[in-house]
């Protein structure tokens, strides 16, 4: 579970870094971040529902899309570690459980999503979304409209 949230807070860290990267101003970056989290909010449950648990593969792509946001691999596996703990016979997840396909069983199609899966992505969006963010800030022009000034090389 900590690893899970360790990685979870990673990438919204980087996301909140990349979409700061963009505004000039802590105020601007607060309501986006404000923004983000009520539309995330009202959405990402209605999302997971319909499209993490339908193993129809026509939506092996849209998961895939949809998981850049950082928000539905979380809710995703949160909804993971949830239902996998509870109930009165269920234990919880073991380490050795991570691989399992989580979307529902079907005879017509083998789409598969587990939390490894998600772990993943939050790997993958943590160092994308970190890198994105360092070169944006690099690149955007501050208040007075110029871009960071670079480091001349030694000759």
Not at 70 to 92: H, K
Not at 111 to 139: D, I, P
């Amino acid at each position: 579970y900590f690893f899970f949230f360790w990685l979870g807070a990673l990438t919204f860290t980087g996301f909140a870094f990349f979409t700061s990267a963009f505004t000039n101003s802590s105020a601007t970056a607060r309501s986006l971040g404000m923004v983000f989290f009520i539309f995330t909010y009202l959405s990402v449950g209605i999302l997971e529902g319909v499209y993490f648990n339908d193993p129809d593969s026509y939506y092996d792509s849209i998961r895939s899309g949809l998981a850049v946001v950082p928000a539905i691999p979380f809710f995703n596996g949160l909804n993971i570690l949830i239902r996998e703990s509870s109930g009165e016979t269920s234990t919880g997840m073991t380490w050795d459980e991570r691989g399992d396909n989580s979307l529902p069983e079907s005879a017509l199609y083998d789409s598969f999503w587990s939390f490894e899966r998600s772990l993943l992505y939050f790997m993958a969006l943590f160092a994308g979304f970190s890198m994105l963010a360092w070169y944006v800030s690099k690149v955007m022009p501050n208040e007075h409209g110029k871009r960071q000034r670079q480091r001349e090389a030694d000759p």
